[in-house]
């Protein structure tokens, strides 16, 4: 394999598949990891070489120990180098007041949003290191910077998980790799993420938020590959993206006395 490889972890058909498709259409051999629906898994591989890239596609889950470690080394023994990868994997539990989250259920969060980027760090990026260039992407949200009441276990792991990067990005940048973490601070057209928890009432979602409203996960690919393309001479460490009509949170309904547009 002469192709650098794009590694996602968390390649549904939002963010993880497009950005699938999209480093694939640069040039990238792309390998595609999700825990579960073998039947998109391969939609969206059949849908990369139909367009005239290369990819492969594997089920894993994170949660077990050693499947992260296992699945780098076979990459960068049978595959080739891995150039990029992608942590898009998402750790929401949905809205649980405290005393409805058992410890168990904040530790799956924790396992998903932090443990799991942790152990992809530990093991791709010594090879990175080794090759003196790489990237690791991480997709994060609104909750790495505000955890807002029911969301213990995710503002907690999303907390965490930008805390990693930031620390990862201190290490690592002078040794050549570049960590980009990627606040996503708005809703995604997901089908199996988004979709999946809104159900029937997605497409009237999309409707009410009117064109342009949600982030379109292809445009959003193309911010994660400008990230990965960077020359290292300019790097972004970190970014926040949301549709056009969206308030951003910091700005959400500010309190009057520190409203600039209130009546005085």
Not at 38 to 63: C, P, W, Y
Not at 122 to 148: I, Q, W, Y
């Amino acid at each position: 394999m002469t192709k650098p490889v794009f590694l996602v972890i968390g390649a549904g058909a939002g963010i993880g598949g497009h950005a699938a498709k999209r480093f694939a259409k640069g040039g990238y051999h792309a390998v595609l990891a999700r825990r579960s629906d073998e039947e998109g898994l391969g939609r969206l591989v059949r849908q990369i070489e139909e367009a005239g890239g290369s990819a492969s596609g594997m089920l894993l889950d994170v949660s077990d120990d050693g499947t992260i470690e296992d699945l780098v080394e076979r990459i960068e023994t049978d595959v080739g180098p891995i150039d990029t990868a992608l942590y898009n994997l998402g750790a929401q539990i949905g809205n649980r007041p405290l005393s409805d989250t058992p410890h168990r259920t904040f530790e799956l969060g924790w396992r998903l949003g932090c443990f799991g980027l942790f152990r992809l760090a530990h093991a791709v990026l010594p090879h990175m290191v080794e090759r003196g260039k790489g990237t690791l992407l991480v997709t994060s949200a609104t909750a790495a910077v505000r955890g807002n009441a029911g969301q213990h276990s995710h503002a907690a792991a999303m907390g965490g998980r930008r805390m990693l990067c930031q620390t990862l990005n201190a290490e690592f940048a002078p040794q050549g790799v570049h960590v980009a973490h990627v606040v996503v601070d708005g809703s995604v057209d997901a089908p199996d993420t988004l979709g999946k928890l809104l159900g029937d009432k997605f497409e009237a979602y999309k409707a009410h938020k009117g064109e342009d409203g949600v982030i379109d996960p292809a445009n959003l690919a193309d911010t994660y590959w400008h990230l990965a393309q960077q020359p290292r001479n300019c790097w972004t460490h970190e970014l926040d993206v949301r549709p056009f009509t969206d308030v951003p949170w910091w700005n959400d309904n500010p309190p009057a006395a520190i409203d600039t547009k209130a009546k005085k």
